[in-house]
């Protein structure tokens, strides 16, 4: 049995900014509320007074930021619902208190009320709203990592829609197939059912494509995921033309999005292991921010495409590296640092900063200058905010400090980067194999400078297997690092 909520626990609540006044409200209406509790139904003004008076009440303290005071009347008020054998009003309380649970993350409170929600839309024939409490247990089914569930849960979303015949003038049915369809993917996906997922999204796209009043963000969405998987699936060349594709869904409408969506696409060239092609798509990136910054008005957007373009520099700047053009590659670092240290003041300017300065150690390194590259690779650990970005510029500052014959300092770094990665692999292979992989390596180094050769071996081995195996899946991609690797078992 839930408490009931009394007056004076909202006494000395701090309420939101809202309109209208929560306080004014609780002032008319709980002594309405309080009456009629306490009060024969048959003598009520209307049949349904109090929970009505109870829904208006709810719908207030959630404006006011009161969820938990809300929760306990929603479910006073379902109570009284639920007597009066109304199920429209019923339904919608359900709707309310699903959403209220969900904002209160208690997502394992939440599921029965959305799957009740779901059955009594469907016996209504409230379509939408049936198809909406589905999406909702979808979600739930996720957040509390029931995640098989999730999956068929939004298959049969899916299936529902695709059966579900709508008015004529209802134009939005199939826009709203190609949103649970992604959503399906994105479940599928989750469980490791890749194929499958690549054909939902296949669906999807061809929909997309035949949308062109859309503004390309959901065609751009659903090949960039597209794209993700087929590289997963080593299907390269359908990789890289679904995520052209993806690119020009903007290009074709002239979208101010393209600017950004030229570095992903750079990503994801590198990741099929087309350097150049992915420098070309960095530069013209970088051009368009530039572009776009100049014309920046404002403060507030000035600093937003100031870091927008640190951003894409320090892409630039890594799609320079991989080519073996240094100089330029420092240039551009040098450059996001300049425009990022004008930020640094911000959460996200220290996060560019901090990706600026540990991108340029690693070219350092390439270029030997070994000081400067472990002082800006000591900036990047520092200024970095999260356990992965530290991880990275740890790993880089150990083999700098290495060159150095600082190898105490090289070892320590180095041992807790490959352990953070071992870690972070053992939860998601695919994501960090290459990571850890190349910490391996650099550890192995760091082992044959200080001649500790049994450590040394242990660590190439398990860096060379891992990089064999990941240049089976993927050569274009990994020969570079699994001949690095070579390099250094070679020093043995």
Known sequence: MIERVRREETRHREAEDCYPDPYKIIRIQFPVVEALRDTPRETWPQRDALPAALGFLSETFEDAGWDDLARRLHYEELELRRATGRTIGVRRVLSSLRANLFRQELYDEALPIAQEEHALAKELGEHEVSFTAQYWITELLGELGRHEEAARNAGECVAARRAYQPAKKDRSAPFQLAHAQSEHAHRLTTIGEYEQAADVLEEAAAFWRQQPDEDGVRLYTVLDELSALQLRLGRFDEARQSHVDAVDAFRRRGDANLASALTNHANRLHDLGLDQEALRASQESVERYRVLAAQAEGRAMVMKLDLRLALVLISLASRLHDVGRLDESCAASDEAIALATKHADRAV?????????????????????????????AKGVELYETPRGKA????????????????????????????????WHADDPYAYAHLLA?????????RVLRAERAEAEAAIAESLVMHQELVVRNPGRYQRELDRARAVAAQL
């Open 438 to 446: 190349d910490a391996l390596t650099d550890h192995a180094l760091i």
């Open 349 to 377: 300017g220290r996060t560019e900063l901090a990706r600026a300065w540990a991108n340029k150690a690693s070219v350092l390194i390439s270029r030997r200058a070994y000081a400067e590259a472990a002082q800006a690779a």
């Open 392 to 423: 990275m510029a740890r790993n880089t500052f150990a083999v700098a400090s290495a060159r150095l014959r600082q190898y105490d300092v090289a070892l320590e770094a180095s041992l807790r980067s490959v352990a953070e990665y071992r870690e």
